[in-house]
């Protein structure tokens, strides 16, 4: 959500950073409503303390013996205009956040021009891409040869994108997620949660999911709504609180299934685990101090990236430029992994910082450190570390073998058993 006396004050900027956006500028129609706003706001107070003149103005008139019919009749004439300003006033401070709410936030002044994919920028590549000296499948084929990856029998039960993976990768899809919160927790802090996988519309609200995203979750008949990522479940955790400076930043990490309706993804990546209605992540949330949020960032993305370095994965790291980011987002790094039946890098994680976006929607200020009184808002930022299904879809494609089993990375060993390697006989 964006903040209206900044809007007041500074509307070209805001007009350029939507346009920064691919939209159209609209501080004229905003600010247009918020004059309205204010008027009927001053017409509402003025209305008020008339009334109360009015009402100390009868009683000394009756205290004289004086007739006071007229101020009376004043006086009910005054509820009338303050009832019916009121009414004025709430329809056009909903017409103002209906405006607001719809709006991402602005990009970062660091943030890359352009208003698509190829205008994003590589940062860095990690780790060289494997090569076979066989004719290289996919995980759909590699999961379907071992008998442990089963696309038929979702679809009877819940239709397309949807899996069942079974034995050997089942427990690697779990191995994966442990060693992930594993490391998020054990060296870099994350607290983890376990939090609820249905959510109330405010909750979706304040990590901008609602109003404008409706279309792209899941919703039950009875109001809630399905996350689509942990980040929602874990930024409402300091839903309209006011922090202690001290206690910033605070990191939290949940392995959770998430849940897309994939509405605009009518076509692309049908075949396997790549786009589904139902998938696992591990997901981290900061929650930081405004004048540290970018370092955060960095930060976090190190943490998801460290993920891929010890399975020996090959990924490059891009930042979005302002066109591709998420809603919330200011900024982005994707971190893309490569998956040699694709011949390319696809998509694992992104780590955004929203700003005080999100903050503002949620109502989560922090109190800095010797004062009694003000608040600031707070910086939020999300990221993947890592989306699990995917992770497990690179292992299958780069740990291949000829005959069609699969190794375990070294890193995953324990999580597994012990086991080396994965063959169908398993």
């Not at 107070?45 to 205290?63: C, D, L, T, V």
């Not at 103002?96 to 920028?121: K, Q």
């Not at 519309?201 to 009875?222: I, M, R, S, V, Y």
Request: aromatic share 6%; charged share 30%; with cysteine.
């Amino acid at each position: 959500m964006h903040d209206i006396r900044w809007i007041r004050d500074n509307a070209d900027a805001f007009d350029a950073g939507l346009a920064r956006r691919g939209l159209d500028p609209v501080s004229a129609t905003v600010l247009d409503v918020d004059v309205r706003h204010r008027a009927a706001q001053t017409k509402v107070q003025e209305a008020k303390n008339r009334r109360n003149q009015a009402s100390k103005e009868i009683g000394a008139a009756k205290g004289r013996g004086e007739d006071a019919e007229a101020l009376v009749a004043e006086v009910g004439e005054l509820k009338t205009v303050i009832r019916n300003g009121e009414e004025e006033e709430r329809g056009l401070g909903a017409e103002i956040e209906e405006l607001l709410s719809a709006l991402p936030n602005l990009p970062g002044r660091d943030v890359p021009d352009g208003l698509g994919e190829s205008d994003n920028v590589e940062v860095r590549r990690i780790g060289d891409p494997p090569t076979f000296d066989f004719d290289v499948r996919d995980h759909v084929d590699i999961g379907e040869g071992l008998g442990m990856m089963d696309f038929e029998a979702a679809a009877r039960m819940s239709g397309s994108r949807f899996v069942v993976l079974k034995s050997v990768l089942a427990r690697l899809e779990r191995g994966l997620a442990n060693f992930m919160l594993d490391i998020q927790t054990e060296e870099f802090g994350y607290q983890e949660i376990k939090p609820p996988s249905l959510v109330r519309d405010a909750a979706a609200f304040g990590t901008g999911q609602l109003p404008k995203f409706a279309e792209d979750l899941f919703h039950t008949d009875d109001g809630y709504w399905l996350i689509p990522t942990a980040e929602v479940p874990l930024t409402n955790l300091v839903r309209e609180q006011i922090l202690n400076e001290a206690d910033l930043p605070i990191r939290r990490t949940a392995y959770t299934s998430c849940y897309r309706s994939e509405a605009g993804a009518a076509g692309k990546d049908t075949r396997g685990m790549i786009r589904q209605h139902e998938f696992t992540k591990v997901e981290m949330v900061t929650i930081a101090h405004p004048d540290r949020s970018d370092e955060e960032l960095e930060f976090m993305t190190g943490c998801a990236e460290k993920i891929l370095t010890r399975l020996g994965l090959a990924f490059r790291t891009i930042v979005l430029s302002c066109g591709d980011m998420g809603f919330s987002a200011r900024k982005t790094y994707d971190i893309e992994v490569w998956l040699p039946a694709q011949e390319t890098y696809r998509e694992i994680s992104s780590c955004s910082n929203c700003g005080e976006f999100q903050a503002r929607r949620l109502q989560t200020r922090f109190r800095p450190k010797g004062e009694s009184k003000g608040t600031r808002f707070v910086h939020t930022l999300n990221g993947s570390g890592l989306a699990v299904g995917r992770t497990l879809v690179a292992v299958l494609e780069n740990y291949q073998q000829e005959d069609g089993s699969v190794l375990i990375p070294e890193a995953l060993r324990p999580y597994m058993g012990g086991r080396e390697v994965i063959r169908a006989e398993d």
